[in-house]
């Protein structure tokens, strides 16, 4: 019995703890939240005397968006960053991990994380010169390796979305190293050692153990790196403003555009309701991808 | 009788409730205008100038003769993000900073939001108003009135202008293009090449945020981009649409200047210094720069006509109050905008940064007038103000601009004709400003 009753006891310390978290989740997450779901069903112009307060419109803004030509090439830029710029910036991270958690190369580990303690309105204004036609950093390397291809970085509509890209994954690849690092470190010795005793080579150590072993760093890695690729716009407005011609725009940009330079409300409202789903199915999948197989380590 | 006393009495009554409340109100004032007032001012610092250093001069100097009033400037990077605070601020509920310098253009979208105080009543109470504001260079007023209301005073203003290289020019026996036709053939004879890479551009026309540099181009073939009234652009126009040709043939025919939109507003000015480029399209607001760090002669003009003539438009920023103040803290912020206006500090802001000086008393102080006698390149940008045109200040400006942004870059890409480009930019353009005709 009193078994029993000790077990149906729960204690409230847990969700005293919890208590200040949840406040602020509930006052600058969940609330904006529920906010921009509201707002996203009227018209709400602050430019416009007679939407200055808000009209209820239904789906409207979610339609305007969806027929908008410039909204689905902006929906096709943010996708296609987060795409080519998360894998490539996790694998990278990982294999500066496993190169930097030798001893002999310990010393350039801060040359790898540097770029990440910088904001990045700074790395943004370094590499606007750094892809300077002609006579820019970027450019004369590349020139080195014989490249003889168009150099206007930023104003090329077929370049300026990798600039963003090149830009992020400089900044970013250091610092989910150190999440690697960490997970690297804490790999068991005694596995290794037995591995080496089986003859068992560098891939299949690497592809049958490192990699299944650091599954947990990595689901940590790409939803962090997910999220951040969508939240990052400060590059955007130092180094193209989206342009040329919306080739670099980014969800992120376009809704701070809509909301502050168009001043319209309701349709920001939708942008950002989509941009939250869009983030809900890309860590979703994500976990799930990672999930897959069990929980073996 | 009765009535008759009836009556008397309460006219009585009401006077002496009307003189008690004038009273009153006459020493609400008195204690107003005594009351410490703290004035949070909001300034773009991102230009080719100490600005910063400047305006904490001026917040140290007002308090001398208004012991009751603070004044601490709020220091933001660009235009941008000086609006951007303002309107987080009101929109928030925030305390937002009572004075601020926004782009002249933003009035229309500013005054509709309701995130600005219109200036006029308080300016009709001040002595000598009519007379203040006769003094502004009348260009610099064009953006400031909006339903019949002022609602900004001109502050950091600059225009379109092009620097060239004139030891260049002497030494290829060039004079100061008349024409279009000249700039093309000077910019393409002053354009040296080592091989595969050049060496001097002979022209850079920065197109990273195009209206406002390309507005004069199209203005010297015949048109400019927008009408007179806040409603009006004039996209698809033949005149346009050659200014957007003529850019082009800059780099295809006469290989001038680098081919497509060209992000590059931060570079210009140092490429130009460093002799990398013989002539560059700017503001006029880095002239203080250019001129103490050019080891050449400088020559400055507008953009020249297609046959004649030289165009250019004013830009920059004014300053704003914003809503929300109480009636004490209005009379101070007026008191130190007109006091960051006034000819001395125009004059003394104008030869510290380069921005053109707001007022024509201030074109003929002392100081003003040892720097134009030293420096005849700030004679020359009033000449060309004189004649400037109209920029783009219109209803729904932040999406009007970004649709010609769009749609010129996607012509200067050669991503689409300039007809095309041009005709879909009126398209959406006039859709755009549809609730507002």
New interface residues.
């Given amino acids: 019995m009193n078994d029993l009753t000790k077990k149906k006891k729960v204690s409230a310390i847990p969700y005293l703890l919890i208590l200040p978290t949840l406040f602020f989740v509930i006052l600058f997450t969940v609330y904006p939240l529920i906010a921009s779901f509201k707002g996203s069903f009227f018209i709400h112009?602050?430019?416009?005397?007679?939407?200055?307060e808000p009209v209820f419109c239904g789906l409207e803004n979610y339609s305007k968006l969806f027929q908008s030509e410039?909204f689905r090439l902006i929906l096709l830029n943010t996708v296609k960053y987060v795409v080519v710029l998360v894998p490539v910036t996790v694998v990278a991270s990982l294999f500066f991990a496993l190169w930097l958690s030798k001893e002999r190369f310990r010393k350039f580990r801060v040359a790898i994380f540097h770029p990440a303690v910088l904001p990045l309105v700074s790395a943004a204004t370094i590499w606007?010169?750094f892809f300077?036609?002609?006579y820019g950093l970027f450019n004369s390397l590349l020139g080195l390796f014989g490249y003889k291809g168009p150099e206007?970085w930023?104003?090329?509509?077929k370049m300026s979305l990798w600039a963003l890209v090149i830009i992020s994954f400089w900044k970013d690849a250091g610092f989910y190293m150190i999440y690697y690092l960490a997970g690297v470190q804490n790999l068991p010795k005694d596995v290794y050692e037995a591995l080496r005793i089986e003859g068992a080579g560098p891939i299949v150590s690497f592809f049958k153990f490192t990699l299944p072993l650091l599954k947990r760093t990595t689901l940590f890695v790409t939803t962090v790196a997910v999220i951040g690729a969508f939240r990052t716009v400060d590059h955007v407005i130092v180094?193209?403003?989206g342009?040329?011609?919306?080739s670099s725009s980014l969800l992120l940009y376009y809704l701070w555009?809509v909301r502050?330079?168009?001043?319209?409300v309701g349709l920001s409202s939708a942008i950002t309701i989509i941009l939250v789903l869009l983030l809900l199915i890309f860590t979703i999948t994500n976990f799930l991808v990672s999930e897959k197989g069990g929980d073996n380590v | 009788m009765i009535k008759k006393i009836g009556l008397t009495v309460l006219m009585t009554a009401v006077l002496v409730a009307g003189v008690f409340a004038s009273g009153q109100q006459e020493k609400k004032a008195a204690e107003d205008s005594q009351e410490e007032v703290v004035l949070k001012v909001a300034y773009p610092v991102a230009v080719d100038a100490p600005v910063a250093d400047i305006l904490n001069g001026y917040a140290t100097e007002f308090k001398k003769t208004h012991p009751n009033v603070t004044i601490e400037p709020v220091y933001a990077g660009g235009y941008t993000d000086v609006k951007t605070m303002i309107q987080t601020s009101i929109d928030g509920g925030g305390d937002a900073p009572e004075l601020a310098v926004m782009l002249a253009t933003d009035v229309y979208d500013l005054a509709n939001a309701q995130y600005i105080e219109p200036l006029s009543d308080l300016l009709a109470n001040m002595e000598g108003s009519d007379a203040y504001l006769d003094d502004f260079l009348p260009v610099f007023l064009e953006n400031s009135y909006y339903q019949d209301k002022l609602w900004s005073l001109p502050f950091q203003r600059s225009a379109v202008v092009a620097y060239y290289n004139a030891d260049l020019f002497k030494a290829a026996g060039l004079s100061e293009p008349k024409n279009l036709q000249e700039l093309a053939d000077a910019a393409q004879a002053l354009t040296v090449r080592e091989g595969d890479s050049v060496t001097r551009w002979g022209i850079e026309w920065p197109t990273g945020w195009p209206y406002w540099v390309f507005q004069p181009l199209a203005m010297a073939f015949g048109k400019n981009i927008v009408g007179a009234d806040d409603t009006t652009v004039y996209f698809n126009e033949p005149e346009v649409i050659d200014a957007i040709n003529y850019y082009n043939d800059l780099s295809a025919k006469y290989q001038a200047t680098p081919a497509g939109v060209q992000g590059t507003w931060g570079n210009v000015v140092p490429n130009f210094l460093s002799g990398n480029t013989a002539i560059i399209v700017q503001t006029s607001g880095s002239l203080s720069k250019i001129l103490s760090n050019a080891d050449f002669e400088v020559g400055v003009m507008g953009i020249p006509g297609k046959t004649s003539g030289s165009y250019s438009v004013p830009g920059g920023g004014n300053i704003y109050m914003t809503s929300g103040l109480s009636d004490a803290e209005k009379r101070a912020a007026l008191d130190f905008a007109v006091f960051m206006t006034s000819p001395e500090n125009a004059a003394q802001f104008s030869i510290a940064t380069g921005y053109i000086a707001t007022s024509k008393s201030a074109f003929s102080s002392d100081a003003m007038k040892a720097y134009s006698a030293e420096h005849p390149q700030v004679a020359k940008i009033k000449d060309i103000l004189a004649d400037a045109g109209k920029e783009l200040a219109i209803q729904n400006l932040g999406q009007v601009r970004s649709i010609f942004h769009n749609y010129i870059q996607a012509a200067f890409n050669g991503e689409m004709t300039a007809a095309e480009a041009m005709a879909k930019a009126q398209e959406e353009a006039d859709a755009a400003l549809a609730d507002f005709k």
């Fill in positions: 112009r602050l430019n416009i005397p007679k939407y200055r410039e606007m010169f300077t036609p002609d206007n930023t104003g090329n509509p180094l193209t403003q342009g040329p011609s919306n555009q502050f330079e168009h001043l319209n």
